[in-house]
């Protein structure tokens, strides 16, 4: 799974059979593992958001089955179809994959790679050319035979499906990934599984605590624009540092270095579908409603390029939009541990702010 302007999938769109949980169970923090810290924060495209004030964890509740994130997760709804490509030297790699391959390379000892959630494969293909072994799990029966045809060995399924020995890899990748999962917590346990003792996992994920996703939050809440920064059902959970530091701790894995890089403006601004409802309209020929969103989707983007201007010009903010964590299995307790410097050192003991 890899970013990309998702398409606008609402709860009438998966049917009946959203979830498998009973609509009378309370929302519970998937990262605290209880629910009275859980207060309703918003509702997107038929989806109710929870906020968790303990850890500040943002998360979709109720959850959809498997089965209907199989069908979001597909040609069939359009999801990643630009994907299709063999790739050759003329291959774009973005400046995301380049730097999570980077650390790899910095903290890891070059051999076995994992990539949980690596689509159609560019960095499996980018690890691979640098001299590592590859292997890849994605849930998108699609883009993984992409990758396949591009000499990949990638598995169709889920990572607990997935049949490998344990202590297996050198170094595993989840790049946009954890935010897409039902279960995070479980699913970084079982990655952890496949990891050597002093393998490293690199781990990136949007940060709902940085200084743009509060702004926009706040312009959604007060002057009811579309708020760009949860996009149900595909991000099914929104981190902050402090609870994904939290979730990880849960399941005795240790940070050792962090980065965070500022938001893509023109993909957030893809995330609120002002413009696409306008086009919409127009494609129904339905002028009246088209001027009014067309007046709707200017101030939006008014306000967002507003927000993004404030964003960029904190300069001495310390946490950012997207985050990059590198982590490895915690020493059982009386092994010594070998301290590593951060990715980002400046950014040790900034606070989080809760959003609401």
């Known amino acids: 799974m890899r970013h990309a302007t998702h398409q606008n999938v609402s709860v009438s769109d998966l049917g009946a059979e959203v979830t498998n949980l009973p609509n009378n169970n309370p929302p519970f923090c998937p990262v605290c593992k209880e629910a009275n810290h859980s207060t309703f924060l918003t509702?997107?495209?038929?989806?109710?958001?929870?906020?968790?004030?303990?850890?500040?964890?943002?998360?979709?509740?109720?959850?959809?089955?498997?089965?209907a994130l199989k069908h979001v997760y597909s040609f069939a709804n359009s999801y990643q179809v630009q994907q299709r490509q063999i790739y050759d030297e003329n291959t774009v790699i973005s400046r995301k994959t380049r730097e999570g391959f980077r650390q790899i390379e910095r903290f890891a000892n070059r051999g076995r790679l994992l990539d949980v959630g690596c689509?159609?494969?560019?960095?499996?293909?980018?690890?691979?050319?640098?001299?590592?072994?590859?292997?890849?799990?994605?849930?998108?029966?699609?883009?993984a035979r992409i990758a396949n045809d591009n000499g990949l060995s990638v598995s169709i399924g889920e990572l607990d499906s997935a049949d490998y020995p344990p202590a297996y890899f050198d170094a595993i990748h989840i790049g946009d990934v954890v935010e897409h999962v039902r279960d995070p917590a479980g699913f970084i346990?079982?990655?952890?599984?496949?990891l050597k003792s002093d393998g490293v996992m690199v781990l990136v994920t949007p940060n709902h605590d940085a200084l743009f996703p509060i702004l926009t939050f706040w312009l959604h809440r007060l002057l009811?624009?579309?708020?760009?920064?949860?996009?149900?059902?595909?991000?099914?959970?929104?981190?902050?540092e402090k609870s994904l530091s939290k979730l990880l701790n849960h399941v005795n894995m240790q940070v050792i270095g962090?980065?965070?890089?500022?938001?893509?403006?023109?993909?957030?601004?893809?995330?609120?579908?002002?413009?696409?409802?306008?086009?919409?309209?127009?494609?129904?020929?339905?002028?009246?409603?088209?001027?009014?969103?067309?007046?709707?989707?200017?101030?939006?983007?008014?306000?967002?390029?507003?927000?993004?201007?404030?964003d960029r010009c904190c300069v001495w903010k310390k946490k950012d939009f997207e985050m990059l964590l590198v982590v490895r299995k915690a020493?059982?307790?009386?092994?010594?541990?070998?301290?590593t410097s951060a990715v980002a050192p400046d950014d040790a003991g900034v606070k989080t702010s809760s959003m609401i």
């Open 43 to 67: 509702c997107k495209e038929g989806y109710d958001l929870y906020n968790c004030t303990e850890c500040l964890h943002i998360f979709v509740w109720p959850i959809p089955t498997i089965d």
């Open 119 to 143: 689509s159609s494969g560019r960095f499996l293909w980018l690890a691979k050319r640098n001299g590592w072994s590859v292997c890849g799990v994605e849930l998108n029966k699609d883009t």
């Open 189 to 194: 346990s079982q990655a952890s599984i496949f």
């Open 224 to 240: 009811k624009m579309p708020w760009s920064h949860p996009t149900p059902p595909y991000h099914l959970n929104q981190f902050s």
């Open 258 to 310: 962090k980065q965070f890089r500022p938001c893509n403006l023109r993909y957030e601004l893809g995330e609120t579908h002002v413009l696409a409802s306008v086009r919409r309209a127009l494609r129904e020929h339905r002028l009246t409603l088209a001027a009014g969103r067309f007046l709707f989707a200017v101030y939006s983007v008014l306000g967002y390029v507003v927000a993004y201007g404030i």
């Open 331 to 339: 020493p059982c307790y009386g092994e010594s541990s070998t301290s």
